[in-house]
């Protein structure tokens, strides 16, 4: 009984804030101090008394210096939303009206969070932020911050992940925001499910200098809020829209209009979002938007078509399973020449990228420089040989479980290219195998210094070889999965490599052994920064016995379930010109408690250090460890 009419007061004095502390209308003090006293009242009559401790009601009774009588003197709020009578009557408020668990009164909370932010002040963009997640997410929490910062300008930032499962944030919280918070910057809303149009008007309206708005699972947030922002805050540059099933075509067609400046678009699993939504926003933001990204959405070719007619500043697209588009609407895409400034573009599960449709984005996409096709089983080595073709200014190429692409057209693409191109992933493509029959002289790819083929099980030694004599110039080199890969392939890669490896990861190679890891120590010692070994279980102390011998620069060193020792251990922490930083012997079952002071010595450099699943070491040894090395994250 006392908790709901408490509620109903906190209810009532926010509504009373809200509608006029930030407008200058007047609040009776004595109302307000009699009310949270628990006096006579018809807000708070009974045992509201209770609720105060004596601390407190000494706060509200001195709550101003030169104000001789409560009960004689009646206080308006100022511009900055914070009046004194304002922290009195806030202080009053119990702390079980933010949580259901805390214990501490809202005066020890207001003072939390006016410490933090002290330190919550972005540095990059000199403005104080705020982030609920979920119980923390009430309408009161929301509402004492936006009052308790009103005197430092204000939150800049605000994001809000999910809500108080009863006591959720409502459209009642944004407006305590909106009124209170007028140099609010960035707003993320996710998962708010009670927040709807006219919470999002109060923000419109009190907040024109919005750039960057979130939403995201608001489901009673339609086109008609977020039409309001549109026309009242000019200056949004960023728009995100994910599972909001309320927004449609109409407020899209209209936002580029009252927004020149909106830069960046993202619009997921919004149903109502078709084709005249995108290509209305379009033909208003062609000037200004950079980036661009649709997925999930009932969009087709007329889409596609637009985007490349006036996608004119688009500089990053990205197209994520939009399966009625068709092969026509990536041809459009392509032809209709708008896209000259594209330099990169990423596609996944999209069925409309075939050969056709990639050669044209290439032919009409002069500039593109980074091309990164996901789940497609449409793209052969044809298409992708005529797509490197015409793509002169292509730096990355990424293909991820495209499976009707083969050794062939890899080859293709490392021999065709362009020399811009600098970096090529494969990743879990199940056509590529080795093949019998190729010339014996290739031409070479100087220009490729990055390499990624990761899970497939059909790259094989020979494929890792031939590679790697066609790439001489590699500088990094990730083969993570490859188990079918042994010395024989990769020593070819090492002994071809002219300009220095400097990260290798070779995780899950569990093929390889020292032979080979040992040669590329040797061979790259005085360029390797980053060692990645975790799996290859054939690796013993002879490793890092020539680690300790031969690397000046290596920063990282992963060597999970590798056959290493204590003895290993302690040839790595004698190479005094080491200074790692981050190092893993996860699940090395023959390191034991004895390498402790091993690691101990290596310095103050070391910040992370792995040793999970090593049976052998005792929790007590570690306790020890991560007394004397404190500033060094150790898990254990």
Same mark, same amino acid.
């Given at each position: 009984? /006392? ?6 007061? /906190? ?47 000494? &706060? ?77 997410? @009430? ?37 305590? $925001? ?43 947030? @339609? ?73 999930? %959405? ?15 500043? /688009? ?45 044209? $984005? ?5 500039? &593109? ?100 004599? /066609? ?48 040669? %590329? ?8 920064? &980053? ?60 390191? @034991? ?12 450099? %070391? ?30």
């Amino acid at each position: 009984m /006392i908790i709901g009419r408490f509620n109903l007061l /906190i209810a009532v004095f926010f509504v009373l804030l809200i509608s006029g502390s930030c407008r200058g209308s007047s609040i009776s003090e004595e109302t307000m101090i009699s009310a949270s006293r628990g006096h006579s009242s018809p807000l708070t009559r009974g045992r509201g008394s209770a609720l105060l401790s004596q601390e407190q009601r000494s &706060l509200i009774k001195n709550h101003s210096p030169s104000t001789p009588s409560p009960t004689s003197a009646s206080m308006k709020f100022s511009g900055d939303c914070l009046g004194t009578a304002s922290e009195a009557t806030l202080s009053s408020i119990r702390a079980s009206e933010f949580s259901l668990e805390d214990d501490e009164s809202f005066i020890s909370a207001k003072k939390h969070y006016e410490e933090d932010y002290e330190g919550e002040e972005d540095k990059d963009m000199g403005f104080l932020t705020r982030s609920f997640e979920g119980r923390e997410a @009430t309408d009161v929490r929301v509402s004492a911050t936006a009052v308790g910062t009103a005197g430092r300008g204000g939150l800049g930032k605000l994001s809000i992940r999910g809500t108080h499962r009863t006591r959720g944030l409502t459209d009642i919280g944004l407006s305590s $925001v909106g009124r209170c918070c007028p140099s609010l910057n960035v707003l993320s809303l996710w998962k708010v499910p009670r927040v709807s149009d006219e919470g999002l008007a109060e923000i419109a309206n009190g907040c024109p200098m919005l750039e960057k708005l979130d939403l995201c699972d608001c489901p009673l947030i @339609t086109s008609k809020g977020l039409l309001v922002v549109a026309e009242k805050c000019p200056n949004l540059m960023s728009l995100q829209l994910d599972s909001c099933t309320g927004i449609g075509d109409e407020c899209l067609q209209n936002i580029g209009r009252y927004c020149p400046n909106l830069q960046s678009v993202s619009i997921k699993d919004c149903p109502l979002v078709g084709d005249e939504g995108i290509a209305g926003m379009m033909c208003s933001t062609s000037s200004s938007l950079a980036k661009l990204r649709l997925e999930k %959405l009932n969009v087709g070719d007329f889409a596609l078509a637009c985007i490349g007619h006036y996608g004119r500043s /688009i500089m990053e697209l990205h197209l994520t399973g939009l399966q009625n588009v068709a092969e026509r609407g990536f041809w459009c895409l392509g032809n209709a020449k708008g896209l000259l400034k594209l330099r990169s573009i990423v596609t996944t599960s999209c069925r409309g990228v075939t050969d056709r449709g990639l050669e044209a $984005v290439a032919k009409g996409c002069p500039n &593109l420089n980074q091309l990164s096709i996901h789940k497609c089983c449409f793209i052969s080595d044809n298409g992708l040989k005529r797509f490197i073709e015409a793509s002169r200014e292509l730096e990355k190429l990424q293909l991820e479980e495209c499976h009707r692409i083969t050794l062939v057209g890899v080859l293709a693409v490392l021999v065709k290219c362009n020399a811009k191109l600098r970096k090529l992933a494969l990743v879990r493509c199940l056509g590529i195998r080795d093949i019998q029959y190729y010339p014996d002289v290739l031409p070479l790819c100087k220009s490729l210094q990055s390499i990624r083929i990761r899970d497939c099980p059909g790259f094989t030694s020979m494929s890792l070889a031939l590679v790697g004599k /066609i790439c001489p110039s590699l500088r990094r080199l990730d083969i993570s999965g490859l188990v079918t890969v042994t010395d024989a392939g990769l020593l070819p890669v090492i002994q071809s490599s002219e300009n220095g490896l400097i990260k290798v990861k070779l995780r899950g190679c569990a093929n390889l052994t020292d032979t080979s890891i040992c040669a %590329l120590v040797k061979e790259h010692g005085d360029t390797l920064r &980053l060692l990645n070994f975790d799996g290859c279980n054939k690796i013993t102390d002879k490793v890092l016995l020539t680690i300790s011998e031969q690397c000046t620069m290596l920063e990282e060193l992963y060597m999970s379930n590798a056959d290493v020792t204590d003895y290993g251990v302690a040839l790595l922490a004698s190479a005094r010109q080491l200074n790692l930083y981050a190092l893993s012997f996860s699940g090395c079952s023959k390191v @034991t408690t004895r390498s402790l002071p091993f690691f101990g010595n290596m310095g103050r450099t %070391l910040v992370g250090l792995n040793l999970q699943h090593c049976a052998l070491i005792q929790a007590h040894g570690v306790s020890l460890l991560e007394e004397r090395m404190w500033w060094c994250d150790i898990l254990s």
